[in-house]
């Protein structure tokens, strides 16, 4: 499936980025070039090497200028810059080749002002311009994130939901370590390397410089301030949520991109785009699981034996018992471990309308009988009737992953928490304030 990728606000912007290096790292195709951010002037574009110059569009500025005033943090704002300057982001689209790609796919911070107020505009100047289906991704802001980023993705996730084809979540709250934002001064624990589907040459330092910009009171990386007496680590913060894009970018790639791997062979269960499209068409949210295998090493007299197998014309087609039950009983705990695995929304995986598998290895692998076996187990664990499952065979890989696709959830704990914590704290009337369930204004 070919999908342009709009990244709108700071958060939006380095998933985008991140997106494009995890398909240059996995040689898949989501995007194929066709990637545009969408940003004010307040967070730079300072992680963006993998999105040419011309593809960064930045609005606002009129309003710096003349007044300074801060976007981050508030969606009015920023959906009235986007409106004011529809037509600039209009003729940026121009960029996207809408003839090549099944639909697009806006990705967004819900709690900043950029992301959570310009991304609706952006999805409606979208869905007025073109004729393909139009995804949000939605990243949630952490509880330690305080009330405020709360308000305003409860507000900005009622609109996106409103306006898109579908909205994917993730849940910072869920990635981030327990307290990223704050650990004592004598605290030196490292946090978790990054995974190994970026580029083999770029470190850790590199990743975190990628991380979703930290929202209120966050300085500049690297500095070390006090909050409520305990030190703010922005070094270790900014690590966590570059780790967060990672896993984030892979999940999209290996769900949407499915098909488009570079010396893939043909498969019997291959999807179609269309079958991507029926399963997001249930509108609501959705949650993605993954989960991937190493596969033992060729070498060795079990790797030579299984290639003799393959390679002699009088036994190639015959693999033994205890081959297809261990090809089987693999792809099918495969698919048990994506969809028990960390989400990128918590939530009750029965509460879902419809589920999609998404399997990728080498040919040899994909046992049809596992295959078989896992979608048969999804149904009747989740109680789903239409459930949907195609495979990605791909020679030379040496890892099997699976993703699972949950379309529209209701059952989700985490959206009941973060609507509840913004209706303690919504402005009242008298404060010309919104009252909570309101959409952004259109």
């Known amino acids: 499936m070919k999908l342009a990728a709009v990244g709108v606000g700071n958060a939006g912007s380095r998933v985008v980025n991140r997106i494009l290096a995890t398909e240059k790292a996995s040689n898949r195709t989501l995007c194929g070039g066709d990637a545009l951010l969408v940003n004010s002037t307040a967070p730079t574009f300072d992680t963006t090497e993998h999105v040419p110059e011309e593809r960064r569009l930045t609005i606002g500025d009129a309003y710096w200028e003349v007044d300074e005033i801060d976007v981050d943090g508030d969606p009015d704002l920023g959906a009235d810059i986007a409106r004011e300057e529809r037509n600039e982001i209009n003729r940026a689209f121009d960029l996207i080749d809408f003839q090549r790609i099944d639909g697009v796919l806006v990705i967004a911070g819900l709690g900043g002002g950029t992301g959570g107020g310009a991304g609706s505009v952006v999805i409606d100047q979208l869905k007025s311009i073109c004729d393909v289906p139009v995804y949000a991704v939605g990243v949630l802001p952490g509880a330690s994130e305080g009330p405020r980023p709360a308000l305003t993705a409860a507000r900005s996730l009622q609109s996106f ?22 650990v004592s001064a004598t605290d030196a624990e490292d946090v978790d390397g990054l995974d190994d589907v970026v580029e083999a040459e770029e470190t850790v330092a590199g990743d975190a410089a990628d991380a979703t910009v930290a929202t209120d009171g966050a300085g500049e990386p690297g500095e070390a301030r006090e ?16 780790r967060a894009n990672v896993e984030l970018a892979e999940r999209l790639v290996a769900l949407f991109a499915a098909g488009g791997m570079e010396g893939a062979v043909t498969s019997e269960t291959q999807l179609d785009p269309s079958d991507i499209m029926r399963m997001l068409d249930t509108g609501g949210v959705s949650s993605i699981g993954y989960a991937s295998i190493d596969l033992p090493s060729s070498g060795g007299l079990t790797g030579w034996l299984r290639t003799l197998r393959e390679l002699l014309p009088w036994t190639g087609d015959e693999a033994t018992d205890d081959d297809e039950a261990t090809d089987a009983a693999r792809i099918n705990g495969l698919v048990r471990r994506a969809a028990r695995s960390k989400l990128t929304l918590p939530c009750e995986m029965a509460s879902a309308d419809r589920a999609l598998i998404v399997l990728s290895g080498p040919p040899g692998t994909l046992s049809r009988k596992g295959f078989e076996s896992g979608r ?21 890989s040496a890892t099997l992953t699976g993703v699972v696709l949950f379309s529209n959830v209701t059952d989700v704990p985490r959206i009941d928490a973060m609507q509840e914590l913004a209706l303690e704290h919504q402005p009242t009337p008298t404060d010309g304030g919104w009252r909570f ?6």
């Open 227 to 242: 909050t409520d007496g305990t030190e703010v680590d922005d070094d270790r913060l900014m690590e966590a949520y570059g």
């Open 376 to 396: 048969y187990w999804l149904e009747r664990e989740a109680d789903i009737v239409d459930v949907m499952a195609g495979d990605e065979p791909h020679d030379g």
């Open 437 to 442: 369930g309101m959409t952004q204004p259109s």
């Open 161 to 182: 939901v409103d306006r898109a084809d579908n909205v994917i979540l993730f849940d910072n709250d869920t990635w981030l370590p327990d307290d990223p934002w704050r």
